[in-house]
Nanobody, 117 residues
Framework: EVQLQASGGGLVQAGGSLRLSCATS????????IGWFRQAPGKEREGVSC????????YYTDSVKGRFTISSDNAENTVYLQMNSLKPEDTAVYYC??????????WGQGTQVTVSS
């Protein structure tokens, strides 16, 4: 059974930090890419960052570049999203997802991130 368990969300003041974790199981971790997506109320889901676990290549959407860092612990089959200098506009439900090709194959449940001004 494939599982992606996102955790680490919470309430933080603007300028603060959070680290999200995506613990995975049930698929060949190193053959996949793991991405973080977010959806704010009334908005479409957007891609935030992803990491290609087979070569470590990372991508970030422009609005989080320089503030967010994605990383992986291949021994633990876990991907992290370190979020620094958080802004109120980062408030959203954050989801992790996995795919071995151009689309998402597996979604995890969301974790709420709320940034107060």
């Amino acid at each position: 059974e494939v599982q992606l368990q996102a955790s680490g969300g919470g309430l933080v003041q603007a300028g603060g930090s959070l680290r999200l974790s995506c613990a995975t199981s049930g698929f060949p971790f190193k053959d996949y890419a793991i991405g973080w997506f977010r959806q704010a109320p009334g908005k479409e889901r957007e891609g935030v960052s992803c990491i290609m676990l087979y070569d470590g290549t990372t991508y970030y959407t422009d609005s989080v570049k320089g503030r967010f860092t994605i990383s992986s612990d291949n021994a633990e089959n876990t991907v992290y999203l370190q979020m620094n200098s958080l802004k109120p506009e980062d408030t959203a439900v954050y989801y992790c997802a996995a795919g071995s090709g151009p689309g998402v194959e597996y979604w995890g449940q969301g974790t709420q991130v709320t940034v107060s001004s």
